[in-house]
C-alpha cells in the first residue's frame, strides 16, 4: 500500500513558476515508477510526466521543456517543477505510483493549480 499527498499548488501568473511535491509512504517507494497527471474542469484526465526507478523520464508533448520530474527516493518525494506556465496548465494536478504494466495504482488527493492571464 502506497499513500500519495500532493502539495504546492496556487495561483500563479502566465509566465510564472510552481513546484509540485509529492510525498510517499512506503519503504519500496524507490521500486514504483512516479507520474503526474493533471484534470481541468470538464476535461479528461491528462499525462504531465513520469519518472522511473532509475529516473528515466517521460513527458507530455504540451509540457515538455517547460516542466520538470524529479525524484528523490531517500526522501520518498517526487516534484514537479512547471515554469513558464500557460492559462491552459490550469488544472488539478494528481501524483500517482504504479509497479510496472499500464495502469497507475495509487493517487492523491490532488492539488490545485491555476494559471491567470
Known amino acids: 500500500q502506497v499513500q500519495l499527498d500532493e502539495s504546492g499548488g496556487g495561483l500563479v501568473q502566465a509566465g510564472g513558476s510552481l513546484r509540485l511535491s509529492c510525498a510517499a509512504s512506503?519503504?519500496?517507494?524507490?521500486?514504483?515508477?512516479m507520474g503526474w497527471f493533471r484534470q481541468a474542469p470538464g476535461k479528461e484526465r491528462e499525462f504531465v510526466a513520469a519518472?522511473?526507478?532509475?529516473?528515466?523520464?517521460s513527458y507530455a508533448d504540451s509540457v515538455k521543456g517547460r516542466f520538470t520530474i524529479s525524484r528523490d527516493n531517500a526522501k520518498n518525494m517526487v516534484y514537479l517543477q512547471m515554469n513558464s506556465l500557460k492559462p491552459e496548465d490550469t488544472a488539478v494536478y494528481y501524483c500517482?505510483?504504479?509497479?510496472?504494466?499500464?495502469?497507475?495504482?495509487?493517487w492523491g488527493q490532488g492539488t490545485q493549480v491555476t494559471v491567470s492571464s
Open positions: 500517482a505510483a504504479k509497479r510496472d504494466g499500464p495502469q497507475y495504482k495509487y
Open positions: 512506503g519503504r519500496t517507494f524507490s521500486t514504483y515508477i
Open positions: 519518472i522511473s526507478w532509475s529516473s528515466n523520464k
